[in-house]
């Protein structure tokens, strides 16, 4: 077997075979170790402010919430009028990293705006969706020097 056919089998294959090769005396002091707790799902859904809009945390995906963490984090870290929000959005979204890392192509339920409802999977570019009580944007319109026909 080659390095990427062994990187290209489903991860609990992938450990099967790992285990089957390591010595006893390795194996012994991996299985003395205590089993991690693993987090929970969060409960409630973070809003993640943009000029857009807002997105979910539950909706993005690993890169964007360490992304959103370090904005937030260096925001606080300025001080300011926001200083105290940006402290708080940034713990929030430590929860949702911890919970990211060890799930991160889980679909998440749970409560957005007193709803339950089933996030979208987590993506690198999640849907930004139109803050409450923000218009949506019209659409673009149509240059008037095109012709419908010929277009």
């Known amino acids: 077997m080659t390095r ?31 089993r991690p707790k693993l987090p929970f799902a969060p409960r409630f ?20 919430l360490a992304y959103w963490h370090r904005k937030y984090t260096e925001g606080a870290a300025k001080g300011g009028q926001y200083a105290e929000a940006d402290k708080k959005n940034a713990a929030a979204l430590e929860r949702w990293i911890e919970w990211r ?33 923000q218009r949506p944007r ?3 319109q149509p240059d008037e020097e095109v012709d419908p026909e010929n277009f």
């Not at 194996?27 to 003395?32: R, Y």
């Not at 859904?45 to 964007?64: H, L």
Request: some cysteine.
């Open 4 to 34: 990427d056919e062994f990187l290209s089998l489903p991860a609990p294959v992938a450990l099967r075979l790992l285990l089957g090769v390591l010595d006893p005396e390795t194996i012994a002091t991996l299985l003395a170790q205590a």
């Open 45 to 64: 859904d973070r809003a993640i402010f943009r000029k857009e809009g807002i997105m979910w945390a539950s909706e993005v995906d690993m890169d964007g």
């Open 101 to 133: 890392q060890c799930y991160p192509d889980a679909i998440w339920s749970g409560e957005r705006d007193r709803a339950a409802v089933t996030a979208k999977p987590p993506s690198n570019k999640p849907c930004v969706y139109a803050r409450p009580g």
């Open 138 to 140: 019209p659409p673009p």
